[in-house]
């Protein structure tokens, strides 16, 4: 699975956006790129995940440059619940495949007031 | 909808005793994992099961580590004897048909184990 890079830790303002980079410039082309953030004492929980195209749900928007060696998680309006570790994970799907995520360190974002 | 359900939340041992520890994963998903979380390692995986058999257990640290799911709504993760190095946040995760899908893992809330 290909390696990711993230900044260690960002800021941001309450109810502006949060753009989160990660960098995976070996990523294959059946590679999938995963957004999980985990959120002090919880779980991780899964944001969103795309291959090529970009992608919106209820809670981020993840663009993927053409390339796809780069792509950037957007929290649209970020509020201090979003306060939390991001991590950004490259994985291939399909038959002989085990879906295994590997975790980097992620980033930190802080929202602040 | 229930999540994944892990139990206890909480556990406080002394060195030497058996620690087990309990998933319930969401109904319906057909892979399981196991992950510790410590702040030298970050989140790692241990184990995953699919259909309840383990699939692969290259991440178990060593023998004093077993996990078991003898049916589709439950596991168990047991460490006998647990060491102070133990200690860490155990997370049990559930998908659906990762093997063909892209189906994200659910995860519980975690299990803090402290071994003293």
């Known amino acids: 699975d290909a390696k990711t890079t993230q900044p260690t830790s960002m800021d941001c303002a309450e109810g502006r956006a949060a753009n989160l980079p990660c960098n995976h410039s070996t990523i294959s082309g059946n590679e999938y790129v995963y957004w999980y953030r985990q959120i002090h004492s919880q779980g991780p929980q899964y944001i969103i995940h795309g291959l090529k195209n970009n992608e919106t749900n209820e809670m981020a928007s993840l663009i993927i440059t053409e390339d796809r060696k780069s792509s950037t998680l957007i929290l649209p309006h970020a509020t201090l619940r979003d306060t939390a570790v991001y991590y950004c994970i490259v994985i291939l799907y399909g038959s002989g495949n085990t879906g295994k995520l590997i975790f980097g360190q992620g980033t930190t974002l802080q929202v602040k007031p | 909808d229930a999540g994944v359900i892990q139990s206890p939340r909480h556990e406080v041992t002394e060195m030497g005793q058996e620690v087990t520890l309990r998933c319930k994963p969401i109904?319906?998903?057909?892979?399981l994992f196991w992950y510790r979380q410590t702040m030298m390692r970050g989140l790692e995986l241990l184990i995953y099961f699919n259909n309840n058999v383990p699939i692969d257990d290259s991440g178990m640290p060593e023998d004093r580590f077993s996990a078991k799911m003898p049916n589709a709504s439950f596991s168990t993760l047991k460490i006998q004897p647990s060491e102070p190095r133990d200690s860490a946040v155990y997370f049990c995760?559930?998908?659906?048909?990762?093997?063909?899908?892209?189906?994200?893992?659910?995860f519980g809330d975690g299990t803090r184990l402290s071994i003293l």
């Open positions: 109904s319906g998903h057909d892979y």
């Open positions: 995760a559930s998908s659906l048909g990762v093997y063909y899908s892209n189906q994200p893992q659910h």
